[in-house]
Each structure stands twice: as C-alpha cells, then as structure tokens.
C-alpha cells in the first residue's frame, strides 16, 4: 500500500471515530432530551385549558407529533431519573427501549430499571 492510501486511511479512519463518538454520545442524550421535553410538555399541558392541549402542541410545537408527545409526557412521568444524563438509565436503556418499556407491567419494568440501574444493558 502506497503512502497516500496509508494517510488517507488514516485521516478516514480518525473521521469515522469522531462520527461514531458524535453517535453514541447523541444516542445517550436522546433519552434524556425525551423525557425533559416530557416534563415541559406535562408544565404546559396543566396550563392550557382543558381539551385544547392537542391543538395547543400543533399550534405552537409543530414539529412534535402528538405520538411522541404523549411518550415523551410518560417518560417523564414514569421514568423520571431519565430527567438527569447522570442517571446509569439514561446510558443503558435506548429511547425506543425506554418507550416499549412504557407498556410493560409495573413488575418488568421495577425489574428491567435495577438491572439497568446495577449496570446492565
């Protein structure tokens, strides 16, 4: 292998760790985004007039879809130690993990939080 294939698999290679670092550390903070955006979603739900809530988040908040709003207010309900990225939760357990764990019994999800919580994935 020549020398300028040496250096550019170099340079590929540093660039493809830095997108892979960007991932992961996104990948991490997305649950955490979620279940904050929750908690503002369930402020602002309490503040507007029954029945309007819906309209309201279409209105002021259209890029957020009514689906993931609803998780997102459940998240930060249910899961609240997802509120702070220095919860071991935030880093073992995926957002769309964290959503499917949403429906499970009360007893799943007790159980699935300690493993995470004790370091498990």
Partial sequence: ????????LT???IKIN???DQVEFHKDSAIVSAAKCGAELNEAKE???Y???TAWISKNCPSVKQANANNYM????EMPMLLTSK???SGNLGLSQAIALLSATEEVKTDVIEKIESGEK
Avoid: D
């Fill in 11 to 13: 340079a590929l290679a």
């Fill in 51 to 53: 029945g309007k809530f």
């Fill in 87 to 89: 919860s071991q939760t």
């Fill in 47 to 49: 503040l507007v007039e």
């Fill in 1 to 8: 292998m020549n020398e300028l294939a040496i250096n550019t």
């Fill in 18 to 20: 830095g997108f892979n």
């Fill in 74 to 77: 459940k998240l930060a309900k």
